[in-house]
Each structure stands twice: as structure tokens, then as C-alpha cells.
């Protein structure tokens, strides 16, 4: 079983609609939980962290998280073209003390 | 200011030459990491440092990568004789340590894309 499991996409949305990604962790000592955009070529940078069950919000951003089911999501409201991007979800394991990442989703926003 | 920095952004090398990448994380961080990724796929973990101590290093890295941090502060990655299938970004994230969960956020640099023909 992968450490990180996403599915790989591409997910296509139109304009305007919720995109939702979503991704299963294996480890349950898991702490920390992390969203990164990628654009092609670029590095990853961080849009959300969530630590604890339930939702956070920030902007046109929502995570979710439940630790019983081994479960983050990110849903992003509103999607703009500028959204189409990879998106890896991460956690922070304690035990191994090191951010192990899934191998993204791929969003397509369609104008 | 001052995200990570990394050095050079990229790199065209022959195969079997060694090269070497810098990293100059967050000044204040002093949990550095390295990583691979390569076209597909999701950031793959190589090692760790702790301030100056490399705390891990993955199974999966050949003994031709080596990595260092002699103060703490910037790092290297080197890799000897490279191949072909060393091609792929090298990327280099810091975090800080402490207590609180965003301790554990990572931020990355832009990466050295190295291509070795």
C-alpha cells in the first residue's frame, strides 16, 4: 500500500464550479497534513495545512480532514483557470519526522 | 527575504561527470530536506538534516548521492558519475522545529532541473 494514495487526473472543471480533490494516507501516526499547488516546472508551494478533524477554510480554499477514515480533501470554490495546476497532498509523520507526498492530482479549470 | 534558495536552476551535465547543487533554506529554519521529482510524480524523499546532522537517509539513494550541511545553514547535494536516469528536478525545502504543528510546513525552493546526456 503507497503512503500517500491521489488520484492522478486530470480532473476537469468548468469555470465557476467546487473542484475536490481528494487523498488517502496509510500512516496513522500522521500529524500534519498539507495541500501544494504545482504549476509545470515550477516547484510545489503550500496552500493549506490542517492538523486537526474538520474543515479549515482560507479563501476560495476548504481541507478537510478525518483521521478515523485516513482521509484529506481540498475543494476549491469558484475555480479560476489559474487554478489548473498539480495538486499534492502531504502529511508530516512524528515517527519518521520527514513530509511524504502523494503524486498529485491534475486540475483542469475549462473557461 | 528570503525563501529557499537553490543553485544553479539548472544543470546540463555528461553522463558519468559529478555535479553538485546548493540549497540556502530559511534563515531561521534548521530542518532542511532534499527531494527528487521527476515528470508525473509526487516530490520523492532523499535525506534530512537537522541543523548540521543528516538524521535519514532514503534506501532507494545510491551511494553515488552524498549530502551535506557543514554549519547548519546551506547544504549540498552531490552526485558522482551520473546517469541518465538521474535527470529530474532536485528540490530543496526547509522547515523550522519547535513546538506547534506549523513547525512541520515545508517550503520549497525553485528547484535545479538536471538533465544528463
Known amino acids: 500500500q503507497k503512503e500517500v494514495e491521489q488520484n492522478s487526473g486530470p480532473l476537469s472543471v468548468p469555470e465557476g464550479a467546487i473542484a475536490s480533490l481528494n487523498c488517502t494516507y496509510s500512516d496513522r501516526g500522521s500529524q500534519s497534513f498539507f495541500w501544494y499547488r504545482q504549476y509545470s516546472g515550477k516547484s510545489p508551494e503550500l496552500i493549506m495545512s490542517?492538523?486537526?478533524?474538520g474543515d479549515k477554510e482560507d479563501g476560495r480554499f476548504t481541507a478537510q480532514l478525518n483521521k478515523a477514515s485516513q482521509y484529506v480533501s481540498l475543494l476549491i470554490r469558484d475555480s479560476q483557470p489559474s487554478d489548473s495546476a498539480t495538486y499534492l497532498c502531504a502529511f508530516y509523520s512524528g515517527g519518521y519526522q520527514k513530509v511524504t507526498f502523494g503524486t498529485g492530482t491534475k486540475l483542469q479549470v475549462i473557461p | 527575504d528570503t525563501g529557499v534558495s537553490q543553485n544553479p536552476r539548472h544543470k546540463i551535465t555528461k553522463r558519468g561527470q559529478n555535479v553538485t547543487f546548493r540549497c540556502d533554506p530559511i534563515?531561521?529554519?534548521?530542518?532542511l530536506y532534499w527531494y527528487r521529482q521527476t515528470l508525473g510524480q509526487g516530490p520523492e524523499f532523499l535525506t534530512y538534516?537537522?541543523?548540521?546532522?543528516?538524521?535519514?537517509k532514503s534506501r532507494l539513494l545510491s551511494d553515488r548521492f552524498s549530502a551535506e550541511r557543514p554549519k547548519g545553514s546551506f547544504s549540498t547535494l552531490e552526485i558522482q558519475r551520473t546517469e541518465q536516469g538521474d535527470s529530474a528536478m532536485y528540490l530543496c525545502?526547509?522547515?523550522?522545529?519547535?513546538?506547534?504543528?506549523?513547525?512541520?510546513?515545508?517550503?520549497f525552493g525553485q528547484g535545479t532541473r538536471l538533465t544528463v546526456v
Open positions: 490542517i492538523y486537526s478533524n
Open positions: 538534516f537537522q541543523n548540521e546532522a543528516q538524521l535519514e
Open positions: 534563515s531561521e529554519h534548521n530542518r
Open positions: 525545502a526547509s522547515s523550522r522545529t519547535g513546538p506547534g504543528d506549523r513547525s512541520t510546513e515545508a517550503f
